[in-house]
């Protein structure tokens, strides 16, 4: 593997700033988070190199986060969607606990939603194909903060439930790596510029 793995977590949302919790849900990003999309592809033309592959979920926040950061996409695919929180969406952790005490997307039901074995395996996919491209480019996902954390973990070949561990913020910036062979996390969660 010659080049790195960017993570763009999308920009603030109505949603993200009182925690709800948004995975299907197709919301705009605020004012605030349309700016820190810009600052975003400032804080990532810092760091990269040279061309990447751009790939986005389909969520319009998404997009418009890698739009804002100046990022040309190459391909907008189902497989960086955000965690399914079925039943759960739109709900708040504390919503949630006043029926499931101790709950966490974690290690708690989902039910209608996807559990920590369907978010492994779609997030394995996802990396499988990113090693494949990183050997002739860098890769930058523009994603959600669940799932990008769910990446994180599996890049270090972690349980996807050992993306507790790993804050990602609105328009924060991760950088993924390799030394001697083994991967490792280069920067976690860069603030926008």
Do not use: C
Not at 2 to 16: A, K
Not at 133 to 157: K, M, N, P, Q, Y
């Amino acid at each position: 593997m010659d080049h790195e793995l960017f993570l763009l977590r999308h920009g603030q949302t109505e949603w993200s700033v009182n925690g709800r919790h948004t995975g299907r849900t197709d919301i705009p990003l605020t004012p605030a988070g349309e700016s820190q999309a810009r600052s975003a592809g400032l804080t990532l033309s810092t760091l990269r190199k040279g061309p990447a592959l751009v790939l986005t979920s389909p969520r319009r926040r998404a997009v418009r986060t890698a739009e804002l950061a100046g990022l040309m996409v190459g391909e907008i695919t189902d497989d960086l969607a955000e965690w399914d929180y079925g039943d759960y969406e739109g709900l708040t952790t504390p919503q949630i606990r006043e029926t499931v005490p101790g709950w966490t997307v974690w290690t708690g039901p989902l039910p209608g939603g996807e559990g920590a074995a369907d978010v492994t395996a779609r997030a394995d996919k996802v990396l499988d194909r990113v090693r494949a491209a990183l050997a002739d480019t860098e890769v930058i996902l523009v994603g959600h903060g669940h799932f990008s954390r769910v990446l994180v973990a599996r890049w270090l070949g972690l349980p996807a439930t050992a993306g507790v561990h790993f804050g990602l913020d609105p328009a924060g910036v991760s950088v993924l790596g390799n030394e001697r062979g083994e991967p490792k996390i280069e920067h976690l969660n860069i603030p926008p510029s």
